[in-house]
């Protein structure tokens, strides 16, 4: 089956996405409407799907198959509601067995015979579809479509609740409270490196031209006891400046740690090994990679916990071998992509490498990246030299963790 591209406007689409909305995992009022939806439409399966770039996630859904439902979400290209987000309008398959737009591998995978879908927004943005599939084949009658789209006003709603109110809720006291504090602090911090090394600069100064001048006085006997003590005493006095700036030192570094401990609190709340969000991206991304030789999972010799801003960093880890892969013409030599783990003192670095990617389409997977996060997402950072793609992610402190 052919891509398509669903996302024309998608700036201003992942802009939506980015505020909270990825966060919310697990929302009762979004769960009570497809409960509804099955049950109206008499359908086994309904869903709340959310189309980004390169995937689909499952805001809340009913009678979906365990592997989907552990996913949480599949690749845009084998949805159905891929269609709804291209065509803004509600989209119907009554038979997919015979269905040349569907993926027919789907349809067989998960006996999926047919759907309904409609569009769901955010500020008359499409984001995606609530919908229902079902086992059977069948026709949706007019009193369904309208009952369906009923429940996607309220779907409407409740997302623009989760974008507004909910980051209003939950953020406003970490981030309005915390930022100009964390602003002023890591301000305070350079000013003190800036002190602390000038002041390390004036100690040598000073010492140089005491041991200069501990030579002369040491050779000549024309000066005074008095003011070889008061050399000696310049001397200590400046050897005590020295031991106290070292404590300065030191004690700057507690507040570097401190300092990262309230960034982390405005950062997220929610956290996660990375090795789960790596092995669901895999999940997600299989159809894609398989076909490109794959991708090769490596070896966890630890498990760090990073900042995950809830769905989000599932997402571009997801996105970033969707689009890799995308970025790799299909032949029986591929080698796939392979992936390594640096650990860091406070962060984990993802390096993504695939042997067919040359630089020019390596940047461009960079900048599809980098638009995804915007700012939203200050716990990861991308960065790429044209031969690898890195994704930093902050780590969360061990004391830290234990306590969330």
Known sequence: MDSINVLENSNSRLELFTKELLAETNDFELQEIVKNASKELNSPIALVSLVLDQVQFFKAHIGLPPVLSAARGTH????????????????????????????????????????????????????????????????????EHNSLHKLAELVNIRLKEITEIRRQTRLDLTEATLIPVINELSNSIKSLEN??????????????FLNHSGHVF???????????????????????????????????????????????????????NISNIIISAQDL???????????????????????TKGNLALAVITNCLLLISSEI?????????????????????????????????????????????????????IKSNGVELILNFKTVNETIANKS
């Open 76 to 143: 845009r290209d084998v949805s159905f509601c891929q269609f709804v987000v291209r065509d803004g309008k509600s989209f119907e398959v009554n038979d997919a067995s015979n269905d040349e737009r569907i993926p027919q591998h789907v349809v067989k995978e998960y006996n999926i015979q047919s759907y309904l879908g409609v569009p769901i927004k955010i500020d008359e943005k499409v984001m995606g579809s609530l919908c229902v599939l079902d086992t059977k084949k069948r026709q949706f009658s007019k009193d």
């Open 285 to 307: 991304s299989r159809n894609s990679t398989k076909q490109i030789g794959g991708f090769y999972l490596p070896d966890f010799k630890s498990d760090p916990i990073v900042y």
């Open 195 to 208: 002190f602390i090394k000038l002041g390390y600069s004036s100690a040598k100064s000073i010492q140089t």
């Open 218 to 272: 040491s050779e000549a006997t024309e000066y005074s006891d008095a003011i070889r003590l008061s050399h000696d005493a310049a001397s200590s006095a400046n050897n005590q400046n020295e031991n106290t700036l070292l404590e300065m030192e030191l004690a700057l570094e507690d507040s570097k740690d401190s300092l990262k401990a309230l960034e982390s609190l405005v950062i997220n709340v929610e956290t996660n």
């Open 329 to 381: 013409e299909i032949n029986e030599t591929n080698n796939g992509i392979k992936l390594n783990i640096n650990e860091k003192k406070n962060s984990i670095d993802l390096v993504f490498t695939a042997d067919e990617v040359n630089e020019i389409n390596m940047l461009k997977v960079f900048k599809s990246l980098d638009k995804l996060i915007a700012s939203e997402m200050p716990s990861l950072e």
